[in-house]
């Protein structure tokens, strides 16, 4: 029989539908039990695309007498991390301090009131060498409720106190690019320098922290900063960690070197790592880079986009039960499919081996320069590429006839706040109408359906929005609309943003410490609010709302985003420069803050070939500190204060760019754009 997850949209919840466990979804209705009974309550955290999520239901969820012990002694919660990162971030504290570790699955028991008192992630169904089985867990727990309710008092009490604890800002004085050098220099001292990325195994992409140094380079000229940018893009593009088929990054890699990845996607890695490739290409002009952005975006058309035009949030590492299953080719496969001709050319350039690399099997991965494995194969490198590129199509085709990988099809509004960005900032910089479009459908669809009662919603699956949204939805979703504007110059989405930012100073304000919290002041009182201020998998709320906000700030005159973005900085701009890794998105906003960014303004039609140039001439290169804003011609501009007096110039489209409250002389033509822009 269904418990009660079969009325919840969530994909991970609705897995769970089906357990022998009394389940219930986070809400009044379990806490309110919790305290009739005085039962303590077991908090089980996760999502869809977890393998060892998968592994623990598997073995204990689904498990009969586990699940009955389970319902006898505890209220029993089911939270899906993605829908609810503020009871994850609250909890995964508490694991944290108790344990050392985190991760997922998590599995937290709580007084009534919602207080942690012990806690672990993974439990195995039985005794495994000094890991406790589940069982022994649950027993243990609600014999010590039952019967030391005292050291479970004071352990709660401690634990409350640790979830209150804000981290005190640093007075650092003037915000100044001396923080920027010192934060690059922390960063580029934790580079793996053989290798890529940071750090050994396992190893995560960390996008913000590439995307700063490629600003630092912009600002200070600097080559190793370039250096450790390419570097890690260069070995990521060749590695396992991409999906050399279908195109798109897993989530991280679980060696150093880039081959074996933990195989689910994610939305938001993606995201980040489009835009991070993109930004390397534009600064660089490396082919491979802007291939990179076209396989991922393409990947995201075709297998993470509802027809509505949300985008979806992951997929599953596991499929038929095995991970990493879809993505892996034996010897065998590959001379199948592509014969005696092209199959060793194919199988040399991926590294596809009897011995395998994973599990007997292969990924793919290229392990040597095309022009090394051409001369080494004695066939001329055009005849190595015609055979990869043409096996490359067929094994694809053939893999799409496997069974795939379950895909969590909630939207949330954050994670597509990072996409829609990426889609609309590609599609204006290599000329890709159709990634502008797909953009622009994202947030038609987000801005009617997402959009309630005067704020968004943090998720929608199958026509259902519901909760209302976080710091990080609005911040978001704002930073992406005001991408959109640049990209397409209609005035509807600068309001949008503007309407979305206008929530975050209104609801998220932290009026004691400065900053803003993640939720809401009316959301549901929780054993502490919430105020994540570190950039990891996913930028903080913090960091992309004092982004957006000086961008709103220069687009719009409104000097109430430039007060709210500087009370970020000011706060945490100290400890950004000083534990940089961990604030990658938060250094880029503050290199905007103190970079001295550009406004520039193109006025002509948009349809016409010399405005269309000037465009270019702007989003064609890596411009990080700029605000654009354009109308067909003055009389049509809308009420945006950088388009206001703008005539054309002899009636030709014009541009005009100023900076630092001194404007330079209007211009037509693209060269002279071009001139302004690099001097």
């Not at 009897?354 to 490198?381: C, T, W």
């Not at 004092?546 to 985003?561: I, P």
Request: aromatic share 10%; proline share 6%; net charge negative.
């Amino acid at each position: 029989m269904p418990n009660r997850l079969q009325h919840e949209t969530s994909p991970y919840l609705l897995q769970h539908a089906h357990n022998p466990v009394d389940w219930y979804a986070w809400g009044e209705e379990a806490l309110a039990r919790a305290r009739a009974e005085d039962r303590p309550i077991l908090l089980s955290v996760g999502y869809s695309a977890c393998h060892w999520c998968h592994v623990m239901e598997r073995e204990s969820f689904e498990n009969p007498e586990i699940a009955a012990l389970m319902n006898e002694l505890f209220v029993n919660i089911k939270v899906d991390r993605e829908e609810r990162p503020d009871i994850d971030g609250i909890y995964m504290t508490a694991v944290q301090a108790m344990t050392g570790h985190g991760g997922w699955p998590m599995t937290v028991f709580l007084t009534p009131d919602g207080v942690p008192f012990y806690g672990g992630t993974y439990y195995p169904p039985e005794d495994r060498g000094h890991h406790p089985g589940f069982p022994r867990v649950l027993a243990g727990v609600a014999e010590a409720y039952r019967e030391r309710r005292g050291d479970v008092a004071r352990n709660a009490e401690q634990m409350r106190q640790v979830l209150q604890r804000k981290i005190a800002p640093q007075q650092t004085g003037p915000l100044t690019p001396a923080l920027l050098d010192r934060a690059a220099e922390t960063i580029l001292g934790a580079i793996d320098w053989t290798e890529g990325g940071f750090g050994g195994a396992p190893k995560f992409p960390q996008p913000m922290g590439f995307e700063f140094l490629l600003r630092q380079h912009a600002r200070t000229g600097s080559q190793q900063a370039l250096d450790a940018v390419t570097l890690t893009l260069d070995k990521m593009a060749a590695g396992g960690i991409y999906d050399q088929l279908g195109g798109g990054f897993h989530r991280y890699a679980v060696d150093a070197i880039w081959l074996v990845p933990h195989f689910e996607k994610m939305l938001y890695d993606n995201a980040q790592l489009a835009r991070l490739y993109l930004q390397a290409f534009l600064v660089t002009g490396t082919p491979r880079y802007r291939t990179v952005v076209e396989e991922t975006l393409t990947y995201v058309q075709r297998e993470m986009t509802h027809p509505d035009g949300g985008f979806y949030s992951t997929q599953d590492a596991d499929s038929e039960g095995e991970e990493g299953k879809f993505f892996v080719w034996t010897v065998e496969e590959v001379d199948a499919l592509l014969g005696p001709d092209d199959g060793p050319l194919f199988r040399a350039y991926f590294d596809v081996t009897a011995a395998g690399n994973f599990e007997h099997h292969n990924i793919l991965h290229v392990m040597e320069p095309r022009a090394a494995i051409a001369a080494r194969l004695g066939v001329p490198e055009a005849r190595l590429l015609a055979a990869v590129e043409r096996g490359r199509g067929i094994l694809h085709a053939a893999r799409e006839a496997r069974v795939h990988p379950a895909r969590d099809e909630k939207v949330l509004t954050a994670w597509n706040g990072m996409m829609m960005r990426a889609f609309a900032e590609a599609g204006a910089a290599l000329g890709r109408a159709d990634w502008i479009e797909t953009a622009t459908r994202n947030a038609e669809f987000v801005m009617r359906d997402l959009w309630q009662g005067g704020r968004l919603l943090r998720t929608w699956k199958d026509g259902r929005a519901k909760l209302n949204g976080y710091l990080e939805d609005h911040a978001l979703y704002a930073d992406a609309l005001v991408a959109l504007y640049e990209a397409t110059f209609d005035v509807r989405w600068l309001d949008a943003a503007r309407m979305v930012a206008d929530v975050i100073l209104a609801k998220f304000p932290d009026d004691e410490s400065g900053g803003f919290y993640d939720t809401a002041s009316d959301h549901e009182q929780l054993v502490t609010r919430p105020k994540d201020i570190f950039d990891n998998a996913t930028p903080s709320g913090s960091s992309v709302a004092a982004d957006a906000l000086l961008r709103l700030a220069l687009l719009t005159d409104d000097n109430r985003y430039q007060i709210a973005a500087a009370g970020v900085l000011a706060a945490l701009g100290g400890i950004a420069s000083e534990h940089a890794t961990s604030f990658g998105r938060l250094l880029c906003a503050l290199d905007f803050a103190v970079g001295s960014p550009r406004e520039i303004a193109i006025i002509g039609p948009a349809a016409a070939p010399a405005t269309q140039a000037l465009r270019q001439a702007v989003f064609g290169r890596f411009l990080p500190n700029r605000v654009v804003a354009g109308a067909d011609d003055p009389d049509s501009a809308p009420t945006i204060p950088l388009l206001a007096q703008r005539p054309l110039r002899d009636g030709q489209p014009t541009a005009y760019v100023c900076e630092g409250y001194v404007c330079q002389a209007p211009v037509t033509t693209p060269e002279a754009l071009a001139a302004q822009l690099t001097a």
